[in-house]
């Protein structure tokens, strides 16, 4: 749909109504920003969700990180991926697919391959999806 721009006024005109977001609307606000190439805009609702009080979920982080590998920044993605590890969070299956498919685009296959090993060894669930990245992935390194 497409629809970025008018989210983002939507929310623009919640604050001045003094309409509270909560952490659901922010990470649906951090969504907006990436089909925008305004990514850093995200991280900065980031911040805001942190200074509001809110505990970021996993949902936030990924949309982060899809949005980083969406521009391009496939490594960024994966630094901001290991921060949100360390801080305890679980990625899922669609973090690591993501981040693995940005770093097979640019040619990174040792990192891209790395990442996949850690998926395996992880508690992520895989579904039919990252199974058949694996398999095509596998094969494409022989």
């Given at each position: 749909m497409g629809h970025y721009e008018t989210v983002i006024t939507l929310s623009k005109q919640m604050e001045l109504a003094g309409i509270s977001h909560n952490v659901y609307t922010l990470s649906i606000l951090i969504n907006c920003f990436s089909p925008l190439n305004h990514v850093?805009?995200?991280?900065?609702?980031?911040?805001?969700?942190?200074?509001?009080?809110?505990?970021?979920?996993?949902?936030?982080?990924?949309?982060?990180?899809?949005?980083?590998?969406?521009?391009?920044?496939?490594?960024?993605?994966?630094?901001?991926?290991?921060?949100?590890?360390?801080?305890?969070?679980?990625?899922?299956?669609?973090?690591?697919?993501?981040?693995i498919k940005g770093l097979c685009k640019i040619g990174e296959t040792t990192v891209a391959s790395g990442l996949l090993k850690k998926?395996?060894?992880?508690?992520?669930?895989?579904?039919?999806?990252?199974?058949?990245?694996?398999?095509?992935?596998?094969?494409?390194l022989q």
């Open positions: 850093d805009l995200g991280f900065s609702v980031l911040s805001k969700i942190i200074k509001l009080g809110f505990q970021p979920d996993t949902v936030t982080f990924s949309t982060l990180i899809n949005g980083l590998r969406t521009v391009g920044k496939a490594a960024q993605a994966v630094e901001v991926l290991n921060d949100f590890v360390a801080r305890g969070y679980q990625p899922h299956v669609h973090t690591y697919t993501a981040i998926m395996e060894e992880g508690n992520c669930f895989r579904n039919s999806l990252s199974k058949g990245c694996s398999l095509i992935f596998r094969c494409t």
